[in-house]
């Protein structure tokens, strides 16, 4: 299958999305946060996945490098993470070059919802220190991140496939995204690295 890219920005529901996609398609996951997560902890940087972003930007692509190199071996897998983040130095690549020179992806699935739902899943979601972003805000998020994949995919060739994550439709989420996937037996225990 080559390597999948599945991004969106936070609160979109990406994670959901590919927590079911596991478990009902049996593809391989990885979530690039929590591989940063562990080498910035290890290092003392950091105390909660959403400080990484606050890091300075020279750092948080130190970081992102590690995690790169790491998930690099692991080989064909799908890859949770962002094509861009955003920091209060402005939008940083989740995937410039260096990162998709390891990551070699053959396709990317871009995971949209409406803004007005990504705002109520973010103040809904008790566990996470989310950004205080507006409707504007959260639109403008998604359009960067459309034009940083297609950034990406003109430098790879790769492919990009955008489905929506509509409230309470996870399920309808997962079939938009079966095209980018070859079929495979579902998998009663999915390999999902990283989870949360
Ligand atoms: P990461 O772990 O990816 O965090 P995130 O983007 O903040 O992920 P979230 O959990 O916030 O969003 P999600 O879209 O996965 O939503 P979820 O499924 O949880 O990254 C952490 C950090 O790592 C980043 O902030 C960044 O600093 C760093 N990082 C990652 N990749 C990087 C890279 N390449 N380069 C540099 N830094 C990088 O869902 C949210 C809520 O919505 C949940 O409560 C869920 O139940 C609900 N929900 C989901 N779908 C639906 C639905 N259809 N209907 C109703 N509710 C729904």
Not at 159 to 185: C, K, L, S
Request: charged share 25%; glycine share 8%; aromatic share 4%.
């Amino acid at each position: 299958m080559g390597a999948v890219i599945v991004t969106g920005i936070p609160g979109v529901g990406k994670t959901t999305v590919m927590d079911a996609a596991a478990k009902s398609m049996g593809v391989p996951v990885v979530v690039f946060g929590s591989i940063m997560f562990e080498a910035a902890s290890a290092a003392g940087l950091v105390k909660s996945r959403d400080d990484m972003r606050k890091l300075p930007p020279e750092r948080q692509k130190e970081i992102q490098r590690v995690a790169a190199t790491r998930i690099a071996v692991l080989g064909d897998v799908v890859v949770d993470t962002h094509c861009s983040i955003k920091t209060p130095a402005g939008y940083l690549p989740g995937l410039p070059a260096w990162v998709l020179e390891e990551l070699q992806p053959t396709a990317i699935v871009l995971v949209e919802a409406d803004a007005a739902d990504i705002l109520h899943r973010r103040q809904a979601d008790a566990t996470r220190k989310r950004d205080e972003d507006t409707l504007a805000a959260i639109v403008e998020h998604q359009e960067y991140n459309r034009r940083f994949a297609a950034a990406c995919a003109t430098l790879t060739g790769a492919t990009v496939h955008t489905i929506q994550n509509r409230e309470g439709a996870v399920e309808d989420a997962v079939r938009q995204m079966a095209p980018v996937f070859p079929r495979r037996p579902a998998s009663p225990t999915p390999g999902i690295k990283g989870a949360r």
